[in-house]
């Protein structure tokens, strides 16, 4: 495969500096000389860089569109971000594309060229992998990746920008609240933990536990292969039989997602179980949490705040006028009904 001409391979070719393609790039064409243009042009072509498409609309305005990747709409509350960050964008009157990647690194890595080979610029990835090495390519030439639910790594690369909310905090208000409400025996379920945001729920689970003086007991973790985005309902019954089996089952359990807990909860009850007789706590506060019976305790997330932020971001306006690689917002624990009960 063809390697992806970078800026730096269209400044040699056009004999400028990689800040003059950049001025380009980001509607400062303005600031060159037109013959300085015209090369740099010129030799964006000549190398593939752009589809000679993208080339005609960087002589006008640049895109006004952004490309959002999430893992699945099946999940609402990946619907629910993609409907925040189109009104966010819609009142600067720009618009989204919308794709869906089921983590797939690959699918992610053929979404993001083809969006690029569109003319779009900005892309919010929505995947918490640990590692966005299939991407440096698309990066080096020239994407800017915004990553949601990521927190920043240091491996990252520096141009790489992460919106997200403080899992571990979150994570840990939802079990320190069971601990308060006398529960011992907390579960933790969840699917595949290898995203960032997983990892860190669950490292916030463990800490409450730990500060409270309660030993962690792998039993009350079930592990799973999968990630459960588009159907979490085999996985939390899976992981709620595993749990009613045990000897000395849990009182309650942190779910990593609102989407476990509410099949967790169908779970519960398909097993001839009370609903009332073990609290469950979800993550992400989708609408449909408040409606069931009874109600949903969950971690809320700000995304109309966070949709926002991400507008500034594509706008070079990070609210203090410059881009930071690692926005982290606070969670709000929403007490409902599925927590009332008390134990001891």
């Not at 463990?206 to 996985?235: Q, W």
């Not at 690692?326 to 969670?331: A, K, Q």
């Amino acid at each position: 495969m063809r390697a992806i001409a970078t800026i730096r391979d269209v400044a040699r070719a056009a004999g400028v500096s990689p800040s003059t393609v950049s001025n380009l790039l980001n509607a400062r064409g303005h600031l060159m000389q037109p013959e300085t243009r015209r090369r740099v042009l010129e030799a964006m072509e000549s190398l593939s860089y752009r589809p000679s498409r993208v080339a005609q609309q960087l002589r006008g305005a640049p895109n006004p569109t952004l490309g959002l990747i999430v893992p699945s709409v099946a999940n609402p509350f990946w619907g629910s971000w993609a409907a925040h960050l189109e009104a966010a964008f819609h009142a600067h009157g720009r618009q989204i594309y919308l794709c869906n990647s089921e983590r797939d690194p690959e699918r992610e890595r053929a979404y993001v060229e083809q969006l690029w080979a569109d003319g779009i610029e900005h892309i919010v990835l929505s995947t918490s992998l640990p590692s966005l090495e299939h991407l440096r390519p698309a990066m080096d030439a020239g994407v800017q990746i915004i990553a949601f639910d990521r927190e920043h790594q240091d491996t990252d690369p520096p141009e790489l920008l992460n919106v997200s909310i403080d899992n571990e905090a979150g994570a840990w208000m939802a079990t320190q609240h069971l601990i308060e409400r006398g529960h011992r025996r907390i579960a933790f379920v969840s699917g595949a933990m290898r995203t960032i945001s997983r990892q860190r729920r669950f490292a916030g689970y463990c800490r409450a536990l730990g500060e409270n003086g309660i030993p962690l007991d792998d039993a009350l973790v079930p592990r799973s292969s999968e990630f459960g985005d588009a159907d979490s309902g085999p996985l939390a019954r899976t992981a709620v039989h595993a749990l009613l089996a045990l000897e000395d089952q849990p009182t309650a359990l942190v779910a990593v997602n609102d989407m476990f807990a509410l099949s967790a909860s169908a779970a519960i009850r398909d097993a001839g179980r009370d609903i009332a007789d073990i609290a469950v706590v979800g993550f992400d506060d989708i609408p449909v949490g408040s409606l069931i019976s009874p109600a949903l305790t969950t971690v809320q997330q700000p995304l109309r705040e966070m949709a926002e932020a991400v507008v500034r971001l594509t706008e070079n306006e990070a609210g203090d006028g410059e881009p930071r690689p690692s926005l982290v917002f606070p969670p709000t624990l929403v007490v409902r009904a599925s927590t009332e009960r008390r134990i001891g």
